[in-house]
């Protein structure tokens, strides 16, 4: 049996405490040491594993001899600074939550980090939910090369966090880049593309408009629809709204191309699904060819063991399946910091063309490997 992979955790709120869930059902990895601020969240992420060791510190958590690797998954503005410090005291592997980066001008930081660290791995749990993952694997073969590719995420608004970091543009990145770096790369992904023009109209118009904090209110944005070519010449569209959790499906996908369309309808969290309304929707896939017609719909169950670690159809497990064998192997990241910071790089285009109402045009791929 090969010796258990242990974690340290820096930042373990809702999503770290997602991914410790996930870790404990590895088989072959444990979170042995935390990093966390707040005293309920430690309490509380500490409760979910028994082997972890509270550090007072980033600095104490790094000087622990009984990590393998490093899960950063605090507030989105806090990333870079976070890479920085492990890159210089102990570099060692790194998964790191979406979004990599919330400010252009740390495209510098970011290169400099990339090449001190053995391994870095941008935390994009959509690319790992059974169904999505079940449509990148058929796309090619069920519409002869995609020409369109929307992505529909009908969805609840943001919820509370640690300090409510997340009602502010300036900490968030905004949220076609928090929320929808995901899609941008899963458009990159299912593409197999690099886009080159990003066209949106987005805006606050539901959620969170009646908070203050400190006398401020939130200026995050609830919905919106983005528009986005590809040097393939493919297009892609997201449609986001926030005030939809009345929805059967949370995220739907479709993709189409010469020969047929294929699509996947993935439901939101399993701990939101009304009681009353019976069992959770089952994520499905279904290929409609164009010849002979007549579209084939194929349940993708998840297990509910995995449903019930988390908010994620059971990806947070597969990812970290992944990183941990990569860890063990010396290998690459399957998403890599030039991922994280495509995904970013088109949130931030959008939010621009949104904010002035103007094409975005990207022509310079990223400086990081
Ligand atoms: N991939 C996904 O699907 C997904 C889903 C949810 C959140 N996330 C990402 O995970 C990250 C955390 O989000 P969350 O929902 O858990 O928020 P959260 O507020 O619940 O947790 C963040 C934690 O970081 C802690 N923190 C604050 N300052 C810190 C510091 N200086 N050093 C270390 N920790 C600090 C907070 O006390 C808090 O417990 C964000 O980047 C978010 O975008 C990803």
Not at 81 to 100: C, D, N, S, Y
Not at 174 to 186: A, I, M, N, S, Y
Request: contains cysteine; hydrophobic residues 45%.
């Amino acid at each position: 049996m090969a010796r258990s992979i242990g974690y340290g955790i820096i930042g373990c709120g809702m999503m770290g405490q997602e991914h410790i869930r996930n870790i404990n059902l590895l088989g072959d990895a444990h979170v042995a040491a935390i990093y966390e601020p707040d005293a309920g969240m430690m309490a509380k992420a500490l409760a979910l594993a028994p082997l972890a060791k509270p550090a007072a510190s980033i600095a104490e958590l790094l000087a622990r001899p009984d990590i393998d690797c490093l899960l950063i998954a605090s507030p989105n503005f806090l990333h870079v600074e976070h890479l920085e410090q492990i890159a210089a005291t102990r570099p060692l592997p790194v998964i790191v939550e979406k979004p990599l980066f919330t400010d252009l001008g740390d495209a510098d930081k970011l290169a400099g980090i990339a090449g001190r660290l053995p391994l870095v791995w941008v935390a994009m749990e959509y690319r790992y939910m059974p169904p999505v993952a079940a449509l990148i694997a058929d796309a090619e073969s069920a519409t002869g090369g995609i020409r369109m590719l929307t992505i529909r995420e009908h969805r609840f608004p943001f919820l509370s966090k640690v300090g409510d970091w997340n009602r502010f543009n300036r900490n968030t990145g905004g949220t076609l880049v928090e929320k929808c770096c995901h899609f941008f790369d899963l458009m990159r992904l299912i593409l197999q593309s690099n886009p080159v023009r990003v066209m949106a109209s987005a805006g606050q118009a539901v959620n969170h408009l009646d908070e203050r904090y400190d006398g401020e209110t939130p200026d995050i944005w609830d919905h919106g629809y983005v528009l986005v070519d590809f040097a393939s010449g493919a297009r892609a569209m997201l449609e986001l709204c926030m005030f939809a959790e009345g929805s059967r499906y949370q995220e739907e996908i479709s993709a189409v191309g010469a020969n047929g369309k294929i699509e996947c309808r993935v439901p939101g969290p399993t701990r939101f699904w009304p009681a009353h309304l019976g069992a959770p929707p089952t994520p499905q896939v279904i290929v409609s060819p164009r010849n002979p017609p007549g579209p084939r719909a194929l349940d993708i169950p998840v297990e509910q063991a995995l449903l019930a670690a988390g908010d994620h159809n059971g990806s947070t497990f597969f990812q970290h399946r992944k990183f941990v064998d990569a860890v063990r192997a010396n290998g690459a990241a399957e998403v890599s910091l030039a991922d994280g910071w495509w995904a970013v790089a088109m949130g931030k285009a959008a939010q621009v063309s949104a904010q002035e109402g103007r094409v975005i045009t990207l022509d310079d791929g990223p400086r990081l490997r």
